[in-house]
């Protein structure tokens, strides 16, 4: 199947620096990523979509100031965090959809803490 | 709206059968989808069916779904302890990008 990867796998940062997650589809071009997020022992939310060459689509809570997303090729989506604050600590997980497909291919998830 | 629930917890003996139960409310949900999530991991794809189908099978695993009571089960034939991870169902529509997914349902394997 496709693989999606993710870069870095954890990172612990200071309250108030921004940090930088990276997801890449390596062997298929994903014309459309999204971005999760997910709590300790709960369920993925869905946080914004993001298509190759345009602005991001976020759902309804998310602030698009503080989570930038952007997707500059078809292999790459990146997610900022900025200011980060200790609420932010989740485990952020994208994926990426083929062009046309039914399939969603989930990279391995980047663990954030925010101290 | 979109809304997706499973039971929290399962668990079974090396060698059972597992069922794990998933209930949507959509009715335009086009394909439904079970997902695996190791501890500390992403999610993998175990299989998929198509709102139009009834069953699917694929090794161990068998598909279930009831569409006129919006039912979806996943069945796990000779449970193992490998098996133990949290289970995923997820739901999409031809008219919409998102996937929306259940709460998940922990299973423990006991040997």
């Known amino acids: 199947g496709a693989v999606v990867s993710q870069h870095p796998s954890w990172v612990i940062c200071k309250s108030g620096t921004s940090v930088k997650i990276e997801c890449r589809s390596l062997d298929f071009q994903a014309t459309t990523m999204f971005w999760y997020r997910q709590f300790p022992k709960q369920s993925l939310m869905l946080m914004a979509t993001?298509?190759?060459?345009?602005?991001?689509?976020?759902e309804q809570g998310v602030e698009k100031d503080k989570f930038l997303i952007n997707h500059a090729s078809l292999t790459l989506s990146t997610l900022t965090v900025t200011s980060a604050h200790p609420e932010d600590s989740s485990f952020y997980i994208c994926?990426?959809?083929?062009?046309?497909?039914?399939?969603?291919?989930f990279g391995p998830g980047t663990r954030l803490t925010v101290l | 709206g979109e809304d997706v629930e499973q039971s929290l917890f399962l668990s079974v003996r090396e060698g059972d059968s597992s069922v794990i139960n998933c209930t949507y409310t959509d009715s335009s949900s086009t394909y439904l989808y079970w997902y695996k999530q190791e501890p500390g991991a992403g999610l993998q794809l175990l299989t998929y069916i198509f709102s139009n189908m009834d069953m699917k099978q694929d090794q161990r695993l068998t598909v279930l779904l009831n569409k006129k009571d919006k039912h979806l089960s996943l069945r796990i034939a000779d449970t193992q302890t490998g098996d133990s991870a949290i289970y995923f169902c997820?739901?999409?529509?031809?008219?919409?990008?998102?996937?929306?997914f259940g709460s998940g349902t922990r299973l423990l394997v006991r040997p």
């Open positions: 993001s298509n190759e060459g345009s602005k991001a689509t976020y």
């Open positions: 997820a739901e999409s529509q031809d008219s919409s990008y998102k996937l929306i």
């Open positions: 994926s990426a959809r083929l062009r046309q497909g039914l399939l969603w291919y």
